[in-house]
């Protein structure tokens, strides 16, 4: 008889896997011509966002939207799902719900881009033409490209916090957990947040303590990065976490294969082309590679050579097309994708896309802000806030790198609110002027 919470998983589970099915599955016959003055591609937060800044300004349907998920999920909390401090069904709502009502949805997936045209193409061969376009498709999550991982997360012992699909698992791996290796995994391309890997570790370890498996628990984080974290100061503040908690890091090292039979996992040594670590588990928490979306990636004239968005590191706006914005995980921006760059750049974006539409010079700079809520338990939690310089650029007049139950408190509590009643609907564009009142305009 199946739980309440592995019957939703399940189903999510289920959901998940269609909708990535049909995401690689085009049919471009056109049947329906749709006009607009913004075209908004994706609808996460950053385009959620963006169309909120906008539909209000216009007249009905003058935004269009294109998003294939009935679901919008608040991925940030998909840590503390994991660790088993709120549930899944906290962090979803209808996207019809989070979405302007003055827009157009589009309940489909863009699958070819004509920006010589202004034109985009869907899945179901509708066109949408636009004056002006942002892109917002995030990022998408490839567990295939790990041998034997798509089979092994449906195997005892193997868990991610990065889908719907799986994140209700990890908690329930937690509490499974006897003796042995945990592992936890960190790929060699960008991610979605770059601390959420090592968190759910930390997690797990005070879950460890507090029931008394702690001793029979060998705790590791192999990470393809050369350090612990990005950025010096809190680098060395999480250092210090993990050798006071007696956990293992090997550097340079990537998952590449899953023996779900063997309960082994095979890491690629970075540094030793051709040389493999081979570990037992337990508990492996991937986080898996990540790239972004398909179809953007194969619109050359879009992307740069990584396959990312092409746009200006200062001003967001694409380097080529001059109508063209983009916004979040999709971009090649040079720092953490967060959802806190994304509250940041949708001031840079609404600026300089207000004076693009007015033919004026643009008058706004990002500057790289990115915020990362290190929790590291479940009463504490470090908050990095940094620059696209690694220099930190903090919003409280007090040392975050240190473990704080106030910041823990925030995370869990305060931002949720803050997401989906004020960023989703256009209202927060980042804590600049807080920080600047809170230390007296020296900042």
């Not at 195997?155 to 936890?184: D, M, R």
């Not at 540094?271 to 972004?292: A, C, E, K, Q, R």
């Not at 990584?306 to 921006?333: M, R, W």
């Amino acid at each position: 008889m199946l739980s309440k919470s592995s019957k939703l998983a399940t189903t999510v589970a289920q959901e998940f896997f269609l909708r990535e099915r049909k995401c690689f599955s085009t049919a471009m016959t056109l049947k329906k011509k749709h006009s607009c003055k913004l075209l908004v591609v994706g609808g996460g937060s950053g385009g959620c966002s963006v169309a909120a800044k906008y539909a209000s300004k216009f007249q009905k349907g003058d935004v269009i939207v294109i998003e294939p998920s009935e679901k919008h999920y608040y991925q940030p909390m998909f840590t503390l799902i994991g660790g088993g401090m709120k549930k899944l069904e906290d962090s979803c709502k209808p996207t019809k719900s989070v979405l302007p009502k003055n827009a157009l949805w589009l309940k489909d997936y863009a699958v070819k881009f004509d920006p010589a045209k202004n034109q985009v193409i869907t899945k179901d061969g509708d066109s949408v033409e636009y004056e002006f376009m942002v892109m917002a498709m995030g990022l998408q999550l490839n567990f295939d490209q790990v041998d034997g991982l798509v089979d092994a997360l449906k195997t005892p012992g193997v868990c991610s916090n990065y889908s719907p699909a799986y994140v209700t698992k990890t908690y329930e791996e937690l509490k499974k957990f006897k003796e042995g290796n945990a592992i936890f995994t960190f790929p060699n391309t960008p991610v979605k947040c770059a601390g959420a890997p090592q968190k759910i570790m930390y997690i797990a370890e005070h879950y460890f303590r507090k029931t008394g498996k702690r001793d029979k628990a060998n705790i590791i984080y192999n990470t393809s990065l050369p350090v612990v974290f990005g950025v010096k100061k809190y680098a060395e503040a999480l250092m210090k976490v993990c050798e006071q908690r007696n956990i293992k890091i090997n550097m340079r090292h990537n998952l590449v294969k899953v023996l779900p039979d063997k309960k082994e996992a095979v890491f690629e040594n970075l540094d030793s082309p051709g040389s493999h670590l081979t570990l037992n588990y337990s508990l492996l928490h991937v986080s898996p590679p990540m790239s972004s979306p398909k179809q953007l990636k194969e619109s050359k004239e879009l992307v740069d050579s990584a396959g990312f968005l092409d746009v200006s590191k200062e001003t967001l706006q694409h380097k080529k097309y001059d109508n063209i914005f983009g916004i979040g995980d999709c971009t090649n921006l040079p720092t953490s994708k967060t959802g806190a760059a994304v509250a940041s750049q949708l001031k840079v974006v609404r600026m300089n896309l207000d004076a693009r539409m007015k033919n004026e010079k643009l008058p706004a700079t990002y500057l790289g802000y990115t915020s990362c809520p290190l929790v590291t338990g479940y009463n504490s939690c470090i908050l990095a806030e940094f620059d696209y310089n690694g220099q930190p650029l903090e919003t409280f007049p007090l040392d975050q790198s240190k473990e704080r139950l106030s910041m823990f408190m925030m995370k869990k509590y305060v931002m949720p609110h803050l997401y989906w009643s004020l960023m989703l609907r256009g209202y927060w564009e980042g804590p600049e002027v807080y920080r600047k009142l809170l230390h007296l305009g020296l900042c």
